[in-house]
């Protein structure tokens, strides 16, 4: 009787488990609303908050790490990717001597719902915190072809600079904004 009674109840505790493993991540994740409410509530550090990447207009929340105290960790609230859900840990930006300047650790592949491939790089908050610049890592390299040619030729250089690529790329803030009202000093607000 004892036996049936703990396989039974084995049985039950599995598929609790099973069900709970197969609800999506986004079941368990405030909306924005929610998160809007959670940062008016809280004391938050200058990073936390709802942040865009201007690119492609994915906006993600950026919250203190309970596990690892000084870290952030970066979730997904929306985004025009659909390999990418409603909740998701995309990220984490660790900290470093400038209370500044972040180690981002963000992961750029997602197979099975699985991500992999971290790419580090170097997140630094602007002055007035409206801004959080990312610096990727940058593999340069050069061919001189003027070698090549003859002695007279090699006068002359031609070069190309595209100005875009010298923009900064990074995130910018949506939520709280600068006097906890949802003003943001890039929009400007008409009464």
Known sequence: MIMENLFFFKNI???????????PTYAFFPSE??????????VLSPIEGIWE????????????DPSSPGSFSIYIIST??????????IGRL???????QFRLEQW?????????????????????????????????????????LPRFWRIVKVSYNNPADDLPAG???????????????RKPRIL
Not at 13 to 23: D, G, H, N, R
Not at 33 to 42: A, F, K, M, V
Not at 53 to 64: H, M, N, Q, S, T
Not at 128 to 148: Q, Y
């Open 171 to 185: 995130l910018l803030k949506v939520y709280p904004g600068y006097d906890h009202n949802g003003s943001l000093r």
């Open 80 to 89: 025009p990717d659909c390999r990418l859900e409603y909740g998701d840990l």
């Open 94 to 100: 660790h900290p470093s001597v400038d209370a500044k």
């Open 108 to 148: 750029t592949h997602k197979e099975k719902s699985l991500f992999s491939k971290a790419e580090n790089c170097v997140a630094i908050l602007s002055a007035d915190g409206e801004a959080l610049r990312v610096k990727s890592p940058k593999l340069k390299f050069k061919i001189n072809l003027n070698t090549l």
């Open 13 to 23: 505790l599995m598929s609790a488990l099973i069900c709970l493993i197969s609800v």
């Open 53 to 64: 990447y201007p690119e492609d207009g994915a906006r993600v929340l950026i919250k203190a």
């Open 33 to 42: 609303t929610e998160i809007r409410q959670w940062c008016d509530s809280e």
